[in-house]
């Protein structure tokens, strides 16, 4: 019934990085017509969510990121939309008399009791900050530096309520957990994409920081592991990640289905540089 219901482009409303806008023509032609339930365990800014959000009449989802204040952002935008509009637009005004210390200041104060005022901050350090990286010192707190835009959009009002919208009009259930965890309930006819932190593309460049604990071999292994329980259960499962030997090595009984993409650019938290990068999509179908 609503299959003509969203005409406009819905667009994350987070910068993310490794966020997947930038892979959506190749991947919309495999990504399978029909699934009872879809399932993104490293959600991050949701590009391929909200991509399906706007293709589908009807979407029924489990998503989820280990990051629980992310997590805190898209219920806050579900349910409490008004006030989180409301505390943007104060951190807009507020941020352009004073950059450096309002930037600082709010960093400081992040993460308090009450959650729509933490997702307001989420939001506007996410856009303020150095590259839309999220990265936390060993006590779990904030940490990365004040990025230099001359504009950032704080508000994007419209888009907002547009997801807001989507997200009340589908049945799209949140949780933060690890992987492992967000996917036990995964059945056959279920639909599973995964995007996890990338094994990083060469030995300069430090795989992507998104967690106090890092996505290391052992973490891609344990990935590994999943991806074969589920394809015993004949669930559908599509993959990214760069192409790298490691990857390679521990998905091979998958590389049958792989395409390989050229020159996606991506932001280097560590080298402090954007640069052209290979990457696989692999699949299990
Ligand atoms: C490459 S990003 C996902 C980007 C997303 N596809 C997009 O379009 O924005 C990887 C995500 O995995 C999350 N993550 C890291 N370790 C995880 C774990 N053990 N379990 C679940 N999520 C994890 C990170 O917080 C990050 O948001």
Known sequence: ???????????????????????LSQLEPIIPLEFDRYFEPFLGGGAILFHLL??????????????PELINCYKIIKYNLKELIKEL???????????????????????????????A?????????????????????????????????????????IISKLLNRNKITFKSSDFFKSLESVKNGNFVFLDPPYFPSC?????????????????????KEEIDRLDSKGVKIILTNSDTPETRRIFKDYMNNSIKVNGVRVISSSANTRSDHKQLIIKNF
């Open 1 to 23: 019934m609503h299959s003509k219901l969203v005409t406009v482009d819905v667009k994350p409303f987070l910068k993310w990085p490794g966020g997947k806008r930038q892979l």
């Open 54 to 67: 706007s293709r589908k009449s009807q979407l029924t989802a489990t998503v989820s990121d280990v990051n």
């Open 203 to 223: 030995k300069s460049v430090h795989s992507t920081h998104y967690w106090s604990e890092p996505f290391v071999y052992s973490e891609h292994e344990r990935l």
């Open 121 to 161: 901050k989420f939001i506007f350090l996410n856009k303020t900050c150095f590259n839309g990286l999220y990265r936390v010192n060993k006590s779990g707190k904030f940490n990365v530096p004040r990025g230099r835009y001359l504009s950032p959009n704080i508000v994007n009002e419209e888009n907002l309520e």
């Open 89 to 119: 637009k104060i951190h807009q005004k507020k941020y352009m008399k004073n950059r450096e210390q309002y930037y600082y200041k709010i960093r400081d104060e992040f993460e308090s009791k009450d959650k729509i005022e933490n997702a």
